[in-house]
């Protein structure tokens, strides 16, 4: 099945800073890669996902780049504000979706 | 708010009991998730189910069962209840299956002491 690393564990920048989170998986066949956000004793909420057939996406301060030779994707915040501290999930996802252990992100103000 | 709703919110048993949660997909939505996340930890697909029907089985144990009804609704049935299965329960829905953007609900707090 899909196995999917993700790194760094945490991160903290300070305000202003951009942050990038990276992910790599192991199914050649996985064609779906979502960021999940998750406040403490939240819900993990979407915040931007990637097609296999894309080689980037942007949503304002956030985009995710994938290289699907390389099998990974990563994840950037550009001008962090306090507000982006959470916890960012990665996954991949072929008929079964696994995610990364998660990246515990602090910007500092 | 996603749309998805899940019941209870907290529930707190004893080692050995039973327990049912319940999730409510968004309006359209077909497919609906289960997933497990433990204290600091990551989260853990355990099933999915498609119209009615399972469609992919993940790190779910064999104490552990769920059904989706023909309203869609589904229900995650925990047995034989131990102190590691406490944990947050997120019950996720999209209108397809997999490769399809998900969209959790709150979650229940399951404590078993």
């Known amino acids: 099945g899909e196995n999917v690393e993700q790194h760094p564990s945490t991160l903290s920048v300070q305000e202003g800073d951009s942050a990038v989170i990276k992910c790599t998986y192991s199914?050649?066949?996985?064609?779906?890669f979502p960021w999940y956000k998750q406040e403490l004793g939240k819900r993990p909420q979407l915040i931007i996902d990637?097609?296999?057939?894309?080689g980037e996406k942007k949503d304002q301060r956030i985009a995710v780049t994938l290289n699907k030779t390389a099998k990974h994707f990563s994840l950037h915040i550009t001008e962090t504000q306090p507000e982006d501290s959470a916890v960012y999930f990665c996954?991949?996802?072929?008929?079964?979706?696994?995610f990364g252990a998660g990246t515990r992100l602090t910007v500092k103000p | 708010d996603s749309g998805v709703t899940q019941t209870p919110k907290h529930l707190i048993t004893a080692t050995g009991q039973r327990v049912t949660l319940r999730c409510s997909p968004r309006?359209?939505?077909?497919?609906v998730y289960w997933y497990q996340q433990s204290l600091d930890q990551g989260l853990q697909f355990l099933i999915q189910?498609?119209?009615?029907?399972?469609?992919a089985k993940g790190n779910i144990l064999e104490r552990f069962s769920a059904q989706q009804f023909p309203d869609l609704h589904s229900e995650l049935n925990l047995s034989s209840l131990e102190l590691g299965d406490s944990a947050l329960y997120f019950c996720?829905?999209?209108?397809?299956?997999?490769?399809?953007?998900?969209?959790f609900g709150p979650g229940t707090r399951l404590t078993v002491t």
């Open positions: 996720a829905s999209s209108v397809r299956a997999f490769s399809y953007e998900q969209y």
């Open positions: 199914d050649s066949a996985s064609n779906y």
């Open positions: 990637i097609r296999s057939n894309v």
């Open positions: 996954a991949a996802n072929n008929n079964d979706m696994r």
């Open positions: 309006s359209g939505d077909l497919s």
């Open positions: 189910y498609y119209n009615g029907e399972e469609r």
